[in-house]
């Protein structure tokens, strides 16, 4: 009996311990699965709304083209509107580029 008094006298005596260490280990797996799992989700967000202001800007920008040069004439002009998205937005060339052949695309199909 001496030995599970021991026992029941260690728990009782370290309980106090033994649940800041449980809640320091919960704390830290929470800490870690946040940032495995939202920390990226929040990021990916970010970028889906600063991609749609990139389309946005790049379609006025299209449509500014367009209304300045009638027919076919303001695809000529797009190297412009690159440049432009790339000063508005500070953005590389390739993603303006992209941004704004997709929005002629657009402009021109419909």
Do not use: H
């Amino acid at each position: 009996m001496s030995i599970i008094n021991s026992i029941i006298d260690f728990v009782g005596n370290n309980l106090p311990n033994l649940a800041g260490t449980i809640w320091t280990a919960v704390g830290v797996g929470v800490a870690y699965l946040a940032k495995r799992y939202l920390v990226p989700l929040l990021q990916v967000e970010k970028r889906r709304k600063y991609a749609g202001w990139i389309a946005a800007i790049a379609d006025e920008l299209t449509d500014d083209l367009k209304a300045r040069y009638p027919e076919k004439a303001w695809l000529e002009e797009l190297d412009r509107a690159i440049e432009r998205l790339i000063e508005i937005c500070g953005i590389e060339r390739d993603i303006a580029e992209r941004a704004i052949r997709a929005s002629a695309v657009r402009k021109s199909d419909g």
